[in-house]
């Protein structure tokens, strides 16, 4: 059964950080993107990053572009968002996710989420 647990949200001030994990188990991934989207109250789920767990490269979304940096571990098959300079915008619901092959077009698998939220 493949799984993935979020951890590490909470409530940051602005122009804090938090750093979020991913613990992927169930499977291999080495043919998948790890990655994170975001859903807002009343807005749509929005991609944020990504990383293969191939060679390790990395897209993000222009909103958070210099601010947040994915990265992956592995040993342990776990993808962490260190999220800096934060703003009350990036507040929402943070989703890691997995899909096969190079980009996040097509999602098989989806954490059950884990809360951020920025206050100023």
């Known amino acids: 059964q493949v799984q993935l647990v979020e951890s590490g949200g909470g409530l940051v001030q602005v122009g804090g950080s938090l750093r979020l994990s991913c613990a992927a188990s169930?499977?291999?991934?080495?043919?998948?993107?790890m990655g994170w989207f975001r859903q807002a109250p009343g807005k749509e789920r929005e991609f944020v990053s990504r990383?293969?767990?191939?060679?390790?490269?990395?897209r993000y979304a222009n909103s958070v572009k210099g601010r947040f940096t994915i990265s992956r571990d592995n040993a342990k098959n776990t993808v962490y968002l260190q999220m800096n300079s934060l703003k009350s915008e990036d507040t929402a619901v943070y989703y890691c996710?997995?899909?096969?092959?190079?980009?996040?077009?097509?999602?098989?698998?989806w954490g059950q989420g884990t809360q951020v939220t920025v206050s100023s």
């Open positions: 990383i293969t767990w191939s060679d390790g490269s990395t």
């Open positions: 169930g499977r291999t991934f080495s043919e998948y993107s």
């Open positions: 996710a997995a899909s096969r092959g190079a980009t996040m077009g097509g999602v098989k698998y």
